[in-house]
């Protein structure tokens, strides 16, 4: 369209003006066609706009008179509008749509791709004319919203009795910040409540779950169903994720057995059931029990030799006398990189080694703390130090150091580091600028 040069000015300010409110209302969409310019007045005769309804808390009062319709024109339950309610004051995400309130399978699903994918297999397996709801808790909600969000499911399930039973699956992937016992500990406060209602409506339960304080959370829910007296089965990530949807639908059998407190079935590095076998590394090629040991009490340790005029002379010991890595190496990660080592603690619990392998973190950039992070099912506290000489002082079983150092900082660091041989034996070092630059590396 052309614009008259008188016009110019208030076509601007109107312009302007209406990015403003576009931008301060929160809009997402907004169409004004047509509109009319005259020399000093402008007329919107027709628009169409959307508001995003999840600004309801920050826009609610500016809006005023806005009420946003239920998707496809279908009427709110009372349960999806609490939830909804639930999820706009929390900073976890709550999602519920009732989809066939008389359907037979029920989810209770952690994370929005994993909801997805956990409705996808029930409904490719032949369950979507049963399938009774859609949605997902996420964001490491607490345990009081956990619990609000199950009972409301629970509520809606059991009110309708089915001769053939219902099922209820609590799935989900490998949390990674999400601490599955807390969220656990509200889905258990959530079934205690109705016991009877589950045993009435001949409810099963197939959970599996992964993450943070996995071992403790599923134990909760195994020693729940003990209780409540309802057919509760319950395993870790050893299972493939989505594999408890058949066995609720009884189209794969369910194992006898379920394990989860180790983490998996399988170390996939050593071999089935067997935590001690290394490929080239058994206890005879190394010698027995005798040798081994006396290698591990010189481990790290440096020898003495006189040379011809009597003087002691260090040297380092040869690889036939010392072992690089072991079940017992500790460590030092160089960084505050908390998702690492979080991650390093979560595989020796696979390998099932009895103590972490991070001895400690060293950040130049803040002062002595601790910081608490799962091994397993128990907490336990990582010192960081901000001086690497003070923490090789306090550990010197370490020796090993995988740095996170930056570009501008990882010369100066590996120069410190070499500067302590007799602990040091190993400098790893992740050149995490690059990685970022790539694409590769999630922080």
Same mark, same amino acid.
């Given at each position: ?36 310019v005259t020399n000093n007045q402008i ?5 169409a706009a959307k508001l995003d309804d ?213 170390? @996939? ?5 067997? $935590? ?5 590394? /058994? *206890?005879?090629? &190394?010698?027995? #029990? ?84 799962? @091994? ?5 506290? $990582? ?5 690497? /000489? *003070?923490?090789? &002082?306090?550990? #010197? ?47």
């Amino acid at each position: 369209a052309v614009v008259s040069t008188q016009s110019t000015g208030v076509t601007a300010n109107f312009i302007s003006s209406l990015f403003k409110l576009y931008s301060d209302l929160f809009f997402t969409y907004l169409e004004i066609n047509p509109l009319v310019v005259t020399n000093n007045q402008i007329y919107a005769l027709d628009m169409a706009a959307k508001l995003d309804d999840t600004a309801d808390y920050l826009c609610g009062d500016k809006w005023r008179v806005a009420e946003f319709p239920a998707p496809f024109g279908r009427k709110s339950w009372p349960e999806e509008e609490y939830i909804k309610d639930l999820d706009e004051k929390s900073g976890a995400s709550l999602k519920l749509t009732i989809l066939n309130p008389e359907g037979r399978v029920w989810l209770m699903v952690a994370g929005g791709g994993a909801s997805v994918i956990f409705s996808d297999t029930v409904c490719d397996l032949g369950g979507a004319s049963e399938i009774a709801n859609y949605g997902e808790y996420s964001g490491a909600p607490s345990e009081s919203q956990t619990y609000e969000y199950a009972k409301t499911i629970l509520s809606l399930m059991t009110r309708r009795p089915d001769d053939k039973g219902k099922c209820l699956i609590i799935g989900g992937g490998i949390a990674n910040f999400t601490n599955v016992a807390s969220t656990f500990k509200g889905i258990v406060r959530a079934l205690t409540e109705y016991k009877e209602q589950l045993q009435n409506n001949k409810v099963s339960i197939f959970v599996r779950r992964g993450g943070p304080n996995y071992q403790e959370g599923l134990t909760k829910m195994k020693n729940c169903g003990d209780m409540l007296g309802v057919p509760m089965h319950v395993f870790g990530p050893e299972e493939h994720m989505t594999s408890i949807v058949g066995m609720a639908l009884g189209k794969t059998p369910i194992p006898d057995t379920q394990e989860f407190a180790s983490g998996i079935k399988d170390n @996939f590095l050593f071999g089935k059931h067997d $935590v001690t076998r290394r490929s080239g590394n /058994s *206890e005879s090629e &190394q010698g027995g #029990p005798k040798e081994k040991r006396a290698r591990n009490e010189n481990r790290g340790k440096v020898s003495e030799v006189k040379s011809h005029g009597g003087k002691a002379k260090a040297r380092t010991m040869s690889p036939s006398q010392y072992n690089l890595y072991d079940k017992t190496t500790t460590c030092f990660v160089y960084g505050l990189q908390l998702k690492a080592v979080q991650g390093m603690l979560d595989f020796d619990c696979a390998c099932r080694r009895d103590v972490p392998s991070v001895a400690g973190i060293i950040n130049p950039f803040s002062a002595n703390h601790n910081v608490r992070l799962y @091994f397993g099912s128990k907490e336990v506290n $990582v010192p960081v130090y901000k001086n690497m /000489s *003070e923490a090789i &002082q306090r550990h #010197p079983q370490a020796s090993v150091i995988i740095s996170f150092a930056s570009l501008r900082s990882a010369y100066t660091s590996t120069l410190e580091m070499l500067k302590y041989p007799e602990s040091i034996k190993c400098i790893a070092t992740l050149f995490v600028d690059l990685l970022y630059q790539s694409g590769s590396f999630s922080a």
